[in-house]
């Protein structure tokens, strides 16, 4: 079993930009896919970015593409998500998800999740 915790949530102004990072511990000698999810206040968990075990497939939702990026540092056991050009439709909990073998796109394929942070963007 994989435990998973977020950090690097805040407030930031539109055209800003934060960077979130996701810390693995417990069975991190796995071969975990990783991903990023966001809910905003009355709507559903939504795709933000996923990642391969090895880095080198990545998938970029569309509300966010062309403004986040999705990397990870196996040797720290930790995922990261770069967002900038934020907006304020951005303000949301974002929960960071793992998967064992191939990634996945929703909420469902994902069995391991953090508590998640929280971002605000004003305007």
């Known amino acids: 079993q994989v435990q998973l915790a977020e950090s690097g949530g805040g407030s930031a102004q539109a055209g800003g930009s934060l960077k979130l990072s996701c810390v693995a511990s417990?069975?991190?000698?796995?071969?975990?896919?990783m991903a990023w999810f966001r809910q905003r206040s009355g709507k559903e968990r939504e795709f933000v970015a996923a990642?391969?075990?090895?880095?080198?497939?990545?998938r970029i939702g569309d509300s966010v593409k062309g403004r986040f990026t999705i990397s990870r540092d196996n040797a720290k056991n930790t995922v990261y998500l770069q967002m900038n050009s934020l907006k304020p439709e951005d303000t949301a909990v974002y929960c960071c998800?793992?998967?064992?073998?191939?990634?996945?796109?929703?909420?469902?394929?994902?069995?391991?999740w953090g508590q998640g942070t929280q971002v605000t963007v004003s305007s």
């Open positions: 990642i391969g075990w090895s880095g080198a497939s990545t």
């Open positions: 417990g069975r991190t000698d796995r071969r975990y896919a």
């Open positions: 998800a793992a998967r064992l073998y191939g990634s996945g796109y929703t909420t469902a394929d994902y069995g391991y």
